[in-house]
């Protein structure tokens, strides 16, 4: 038999191992609310090859391929275990047991890994929490496929209503219309799962999930409790309102909390999931999610200070271009926005640097930005430029980076890449808030620069739902638990 025979053998092998955990996953998905990753990536709904390509990527932070003959037996170990809603590493399980030393077997170690979240110990399903969707734009739409994507057994967060501007009567149509936006995608591709629409009951029918599409210009139209929903949680995606006296207007019969996707003003806490989640009072009714570059660079921040501390730090987005402008040269009432976005590299202000202090407060460097919108529709990079605290080299900063994006509790907001050729569109559908590039970063001294790329569209949409299970009570825990 040749080389190429045997890698061939091996392939197909692999893929049909692959294949029968797929089985696996979903039913612990489905019955029991267990969310299996991989390295903090869900395998959840993937193909043979996803799951084949996700062991892979492991060699780039972990320096080693993981093989799913490895890991397949973490996962049978699994379903003897009488699991509550969780979120299960396999491949954090395979790494730390490869380490350890005292000869238990692999059913043994799985199930006092993930002790936390068995027996006794285990979180009970409740009803689940009704979440509403104001606006239904960009972030909307990529917000309602993760909620549909994350239903499970139902009894986590369910999309019950999705509420867009025409109170005044809905145009023919526009239902179809929006369902299609929803089923179809230029950036993140095809919606997985089917979608039909009912216009007599105003209804979209994701994957099962029922969604009641409500017409109104202004807060005060609508009842939610007519609808059956109860104690929801409204995210508004529109961005008109961002104080916390526009907000409240949200708060109406069948509304109990509300977050917004856009920096808010005021009082209202910008909440970087990862880094001050746990710090929203039970009583807190209002929110923002802050903005996707403060996402994006808040929890490498975090991670910098941490270790090396920080004296003070500039950052410079690269960013795409958003629908807030022209698409060819028009009146705009902001400077330079009105300038066609795809054929300009276009100057513009950041607020994710003064955001900053809202989502770090004991950070003491003073932290500055400034932006330029790019000609390409997905995907940014924030370049951070830090003096810290103490002299360090490449290798260092590296090493730490690459071991908290595996281990850490920032595990889900960073990631870490090595490919040396990597360019914006290969990070299209990151779940990370951001990922460093190892191979554009640069050390000297007491200087450090980061390259973070980030998908300031699914990115940022993954760390709002975050923030949401969270402030629902159907936030479930990592096994094992990351390293603090």
Not at 9 to 27: C, L, Q, V, Y
Not at 219 to 240: H, R
Not at 254 to 266: C, F, N, S, Y
Not at 457 to 479: I, L
Request: hydrophobic fraction near 40%; aromatic fraction near 6%; proline fraction near 4%.
């Amino acid at each position: 038999m040749t080389v190429n025979d045997d890698s061939f053998t091996n392939w197909k092998t692999r893929e049909e191992t692959a294949e029968s955990m797929i089985p696996i996953i979903g039913k612990l998905h489905r019955e029991q609310d267990v969310t299996v990753l991989l390295h903090s990536r869900s395998l959840v709904n993937k193909s043979v090859v996803s799951i084949l390509k996700t062991h892979r990527f492991a060699r780039q932070i972990a320096g080693a391929e993981l093989s799913v003959t490895e890991t397949l037996p973490f996962l049978r170990a699994l379903t003897t275990l009488d699991l509550g809603p969780s979120q299960i590493d396999i491949g954090m399980l395979a790494a730390t047991y490869r380490d350890d030393e005292r000869g238990l077997t692999v059913e043994e170690f799985t199930a006092e890994a993930v002790a936390g979240a068995t027996g006794a110990n285990k979180i009970e399903r409740g009803d689940g929490r009704d979440v509403v969707l104001y606006g239904f734009g960009r972030i909307g739409r990529l917000v309602a496929r993760l909620l549909i994507e994350k239903a499970g057994s139902g009894n986590g967060l369910r999309l019950r209503a999705i509420v867009v501007r025409g109170g005044g009567g809905r145009a023919p149509e526009d239902l179809v219309k929006r369902a299609s936006l929803l089923r179809r995608d230029s950036i993140h591709g095809q919606f997985q799962g089917t979608i039909t629409v009912d216009e007599a009951s105003g209804t979209i029918f994701a994957n099962g999930n029922a969604i009641k599409v409500i017409y109104a210009d202004d807060p005060s139209e609508v009842d939610y409790t007519a609808y059956g929903i109860k104690d929801a949680i409204l995210i508004d995606n529109t961005g008109k309102w961002r104080d916390r006296e526009g907000l409240s207007q949200h708060l109406r019969p069948g509304i109990d909390k509300v977050v917004l996707t856009a920096p808010g003003k005021g009082d209202v806490p910008n909440i970087v999931h990862g880094v001050n989640h746990d710090t929203v009072k039970p009583d807190e009714r209002i929110m923002s999610c802050a903005s996707c570059t403060t996402n994006a660079i808040v929890p490498p921040l975090k991670a910098m200070d941490d270790e090396f501390g920080v004296q003070r730090g500039h950052v410079e987005t690269v960013h795409s271009f958003t629908n807030d402008q022209n698409l060819l040269d028009n009146y705009h009432k902001a400077d330079r926005r009105g300038r066609s976005a795809p054929l300009n590299m276009v100057i513009t202000e950041t607020g994710a640097a003064s955001a900053v202090t809202k989502a770090l407060p004991d950070l003491k460097a003073r932290i500055t930005g400034s932006s330029i919108r790019v000609p390409v529709p997905d995907v940014s990079i924030a370049i951070l430029n830090l003096q810290l605290s103490r002299e360090t080299c490449r290798e260092e900063v590296l090493d730490h980076l690459r071991e908290v994006s595996l281990t850490s509790p920032l595990k889900r907001q960073i990631d870490f890449t090595t490919a040396p050729d990597a360019v914006s569109s290969d990070f299209i559908g990151s779940r990370h808030a951001s990922i460093v590039d190892a191979g554009a970063t640069k050390v000297e001294g007491d200087n450090a620069i980061l390259y973070l790329w980030y998908d300031n569209e699914f990115g940022y949409s993954c760390q709002v739902v975050r923030v949401v299970q969270h402030v629902s009570g159907v936030e479930y825990p990592t096994f094992p638990s990351p390293a603090v």
